[in-house]
């Protein structure tokens, strides 16, 4: 990303995401939203390479840059919502570049041709934006981890066939006892249920339970106290990734709102000539400008090696707040008809809401900032 624009490939990337979007997700969008994501659309995303976008090559990756994911995500969120988690996902598999051949081998190939689901499994009941909190236990007999605990809203939780799983192998460490495994969730002692959210139905948010599972060793990640630093490295770009979501809904609801705006009538007129209308547009339209080259700056940098993480605090807060806001006037310039089942939009307000606490909420990511920006002597706890 140079000069503030996509260079020509990534330009080229994004209209190929476009084409996609319109032409394979557009006509079962709507029907798509209200259940569980059909294990198909995996493997359509998966043709497509997204799962795999970033992974090196030699990896069967598509060795592209962290902006080419975030092009993927904004455009798949402006037609379909229930798909644009997908590559951000995706983000975790770096992590398996950090585990035994064997098991990368074993489980990396079937995920990136979309044969195997992976899910993202840090929150808990008593533990959701502090990460530190959990109490899952992990504790090591012999070639195995005997696990035991309970995971909460984890997004393709019901549907995954591997979880990255954080747990603690040494409780009284702090962060430094906080461990990172790949857990296949077929394992005897693990059971799943569903939650009924009001929005983020395709996900199937779920809780995942664990009594006495063994786990063999072979499946950590990295090495034992690792596991809080490596969820804080994939949470930075998962962030900007929820950013671009929210961003994608409010997109697409302000291009229908704006055309919308120009052929209804009001007092013999269209009302986008009431500035009330016209101004609200102006105004959604900048924020949601903002908020995106804030994004792609964050990707920028992360593309560049460099720190992001108040870039990434930055979007997590911003775009989901700014979005919210965008549709819900959207939904007012529509009025009942916006407000009916008729229009996306009262789904994509619901979706959106749930970006707004989904890995941390816009206070925590205010303390970030103003860590990055001050030092620890912002941080309150």
């Not at 007012?332 to 959106?352: A, K, N, T, V």
Request: charged share 25%; glycine share 8%.
């Amino acid at each position: 990303m140079a000069g503030f624009g996509f260079t020509e490939a990534q330009e080229m990337f994004r209209r190929q995401m476009r084409d996609f979007a319109l032409r394979e997700l557009a006509p079962t969008a709507k029907e798509r939203a209200k259940c569980e994501l059909p294990r198909e659309m995996f493997k359509k995303i998966a043709d497509m390479g997204l799962f795999g976008i970033t992974l090196p090559q030699k990896y069967g990756g598509q060795g592209a840059d962290w902006v080419s994911l975030g092009i993927a995500v904004e455009e798949l969120a402006k037609v379909d919502f229930s798909v644009s988690l997908l590559p951000v996902s995706s983000v975790m598999f770096q992590f398996f570049l950090s585990s035994p051949e064997e098991v990368w081998r074993e489980w990396l190939s079937p995920i990136i041709k979309g044969d195997k689901i992976g899910c993202f499994a840090l929150t808990e009941p008593g533990a959701g934006t502090d990460a530190v909190a959990i109490t899952t236990r992990a504790i090591r007999s012999g070639d195995y981890y005997i696990l035991d605990g309970e995971k909460t809203s984890i997004s393709m939780g019901s549907m995954a066939d591997v979880g990255m799983l954080f747990a603690k192998t040494d409780p009284e460490a702090g962060a430094k006892g906080v461990s990172c495994f790949w857990v296949p969730l077929d394992l005897p002692g693990i059971t799943r249920t569903a939650l009924q959210h009001t929005g983020w139905k395709s996900y199937t948010p779920s809780s995942i339970f664990m009594e006495g599972v063994r786990l063999p060793s072979k499946y950590l990640i990295g090495e034992e106290g690792k596991g809080f630093y490596i969820a804080m490295g994939a949470i930075d770009c998962f962030r900007v990734g929820l950013g671009l979501m929210a961003l994608g809904l409010a997109q697409a609801s302000l291009e229908e709102a704006t055309t919308y705006a120009t052929q209804r009538t009001a007092f013999g007129r269209p009302i986008a000539k009431f500035e009330d209308v016209s101004f609200k547009i102006a105004e959604h339209a900048t924020l949601i400008e903002a908020a995106r080259l804030l994004c792609y700056r964050a990707l920028y940098l992360r593309d560049q090696g460099l720190p992001h993480t108040k870039e990434s605090a930055m979007c997590k807060w911003f775009c989901p707040v700014v979005s919210f806001k965008a549709i819900h006037d959207c939904i007012l310039i529509h009025g009942h008809i916006g407000y009916s089942e008729e229009y996306p939009l009262e789904q994509r307000l619901r979706d959106c809401l749930g970006l707004e606490f989904t890995d941390s909420t816009e206070q925590i990511m205010k303390i970030i900032i103003a860590r990055e920006l001050m030092g620890r002597i912002a941080v309150p706890y």
